[in-house]
């Protein structure tokens, strides 16, 4: 089993920054692939980027290309997400997950913290 917690969330205002933390803890291996998504109110979940547990892998999703930037901490078991130039249409729950390079599904899943951003 994989557990992860995210942590970081808050109120801020559009053009700050916010940086996220998930740790993660139990069984991790070489294949394992972190990704974060969030869900605003009303609307699909959406994928906004994931990092390799080894490796330098990264993607992002394009409406965060260029703002957000995953990275990775072995040593600390946290996957991180800096956020910059953040708007109004960042604010959702963001969620930090986890699968296997071998399968589309990400299995394990954090609880959720919320990042509001204002006008």
């Known amino acids: 089993q994989v557990q992860l917690v ?3 969330g808050g109120l801020v205002q559009a ?3 916010l940086r996220l933390s998930c740790l993660v803890s139990g069984r991790t291996f070489i294949n394992t692939v972190v990704g974060w998504f ?3 109110p009303g ?3 959406e994928f906004v980027g994931h990092i390799t547990w080894t490796g330098t892998s990264t993607y992002y999703a394009d409406s965060v290309k260029g703002r957000f930037t995953i990275s990775r901490d072995n040593a600390k078991s946290t996957v991180s997400l800096q956020m910059n130039s953040l708007k109004p249409e960042d ?3 963001y969620y930090c ?3 296997t390079t071998v399968t ?3 299995n394990y899943w954090g609880q959720g913290t919320q990042v509001t951003v204002s006008s």
Do not use: I, L, M, N
Request: hydrophobic residues 30%; positive net charge; charged residues 35%.
């Open 38 to 40: 969030r869900q605003a």
């Open 15 to 17: 053009g700050a920054s």
């Open 97 to 99: 997950a986890a699968r």
């Open 6 to 8: 995210e942590s970081g």
């Open 43 to 45: 609307k699909e979940r």
């Open 104 to 106: 589309p599904e990400y």
């Open 91 to 93: 604010t959702a729950v």
